[in-house]
């Protein structure tokens, strides 16, 4: 479901229809521009070399533009971060109707490995209405030309999305909570990840939930407690005994009733010192 409610005469303007007959007009000669909304330059730089004369995309039409107000096509890629929700949006709403939206690189169409991180929503039809997906990681230049020319009608689609509507009505179990509410495990990887990054923080999560399932009852404070000291005490880096200590103290209490003696201290002005002694 998009985060964004597209403007009725937005949406009226780009039907199917409407999108048809631009086509139509465009297949000879289209503008395309690029919204940059939080990738890592890698299909920027795909981009940058499928405009050379080594791939002379001007062959098909393809041109890029400097303003969306001069654009038949809106390229995006990046998983969307917060900061450029409303950048994309602005881009989006000057874009001239009808449009075409394509949905550039792993991250465009999905979020890519940032799919599930605090601070992007997603692939960009989780923002915008996409009318194509170039996949890749980066996409290469020719695939890129391909894609374009798939959203303006020169090519036709040779793949295409498959949904799941009619399967065998499996249901999906999620394991079993530590403390009884999976929101728990939830809440506490976000905060992992907050700590110490995509990459560390699931490492840090990963640490922190076999802490708990190493102690007989993870509902237990007092256990708990223990155990994620344990778990500190093993650390070699002190950095990863302090956010353990942390992601206790701010995830733990929140589904188990707790006390204060039940808190790893880390706020005192020692705390590093001591967390980094307990190895020893």
């Known amino acids: 479901m998009s985060l964004y409610q597209v403007p009725a005469e937005i949406a009226n303007a780009n039907d199917l229809e409407a999108k048809l007959a631009h086509l139509g007009r465009i ?3 289209f503008s395309v521009f690029r919204i940059d909304c939080g990738s890592c330059n890698g299909c920027e730089i795909e981009i940058f070399a499928a ?3 080594m ?3 001007e062959r098909f039409g393809f041109k890029l533009v400097a303003s969306p107000r001069h654009a038949d096509i809106l390229v995006v890629s990046g998983p969307i971060t917060r900061q450029m929700y ?4 602005r881009a989006y709403e000057a874009a001239p109707d009808p449009k075409i939206v394509v949905g550039l690189g792993a991250c465009g169409a999905s979020g890519g490995i940032f799919h599930d991180s605090y601070a992007v929503h997603g692939g960009a039809d989780k923002v915008v209405p996409v009318d194509v997906f170039v996949p890749g990681c980066p996409p290469h230049p020719a695939s890129i030309i391909y894609g374009l020319a798939v959203g303006v009608g020169i090519l036709d689609q040779k793949i295409s999305k ?3 509507e009619n399967d065998d009505g499996e249901i999906f179990e999620l394991p079993n ?3 009884g509410n999976i929101l728990f495990e939830r809440d506490a990887l976000a905060k992992a990840k907050w700590l110490m990054s995509y990459i560390f923080g699931r490492r840090l999560y990963d640490i922190y939930i076999q802490a708990l399932k190493n102690c007989d009852d993870a509902k237990n404070p007092s256990q708990a407690k223990q155990a994620v000291m344990a778990a500190i005490k093993s650390e070699e880096d002190p950095r990863f005994g302090e956010c ?5 103290n701010e995830i733990y209490p929140k589904y188990v009733k707790t006390t204060a003696d039940d808190l790893i201290d880390v706020t005192s002005p020692n705390a590093k010192e001591l967390l980094w002694k307990l190895k020893w």
């Not at 409303?86 to 949006?89: A, G, Q, R, V």
């Not at 353990?244 to 206790?248: C, K, R």
Request: no cysteine.
């Open 244 to 248: 353990l200590g942390i992601l206790h």
């Open 86 to 89: 409303y950048p994309l949006l």
């Open 55 to 57: 791939w002379d995309p």
């Open 51 to 53: 405009i050379t004369p």
């Open 27 to 29: 297949k000879r000669s």
């Open 162 to 164: 498959v949904s799941f």
């Open 177 to 179: 909570s530590l403390v």
